[in-house]
């Protein structure tokens, strides 16, 4: 069992920067690729970035390339989002996942998820 918690979250500004954060506990991480998700309502859950087991490949949604950057801290049991010059329409609850499959993470795991909220 792997439990997840991602921190981070918040009100930001259209052309700022948020880093969001995910812990896991449980396991350690290494085993397994880790991905960010976001949702909005009415809408599927969307996989924006992922990451493999060593972070040496990333995959990212094209309506987040360039902006966004998946990374991850084995040793800590962390992997995070940064997000730079988020827009409006990246308003979301942001779910921290973790799977055994790349780029398209399972999951096997979810977090909770954390609202992101950008204003314009």
């Known amino acids: 069992q792997v439990q997840l918690v991602e921190s981070g979250g918040g009100l930001v500004q259209a052309g700022d920067s948020l880093r969001l954060s995910c812990t896991a506990s449980g396991r350690t991480i290494s085993n397994y690729a880790m991905a960010w998700y976001r949702q909005t309502p009415g809408k599927e859950r969307e996989l924006i970035a992922s990451i493999t087991r060593s972070g040496g490949s990333t995959y990212y949604a094209n309506s987040v390339k360039g902006r966004f950057t998946i990374s991850r801290d084995n040793a800590k049991n962390t992997v995070y989002l940064q997000m730079n010059n988020p827009k409006p329409e990246d308003t979301a609850v942001y779910y921290c996942?973790?799977?055994?499959?790349?780029?398209?993470?399972?999951?096997?795991?979810w977090g909770q998820g954390t609202q992101v909220t950008v204003s314009s």
């Open positions: 996942a973790v799977g055994l499959s790349w780029p398209n993470v399972g999951p096997d795991y």
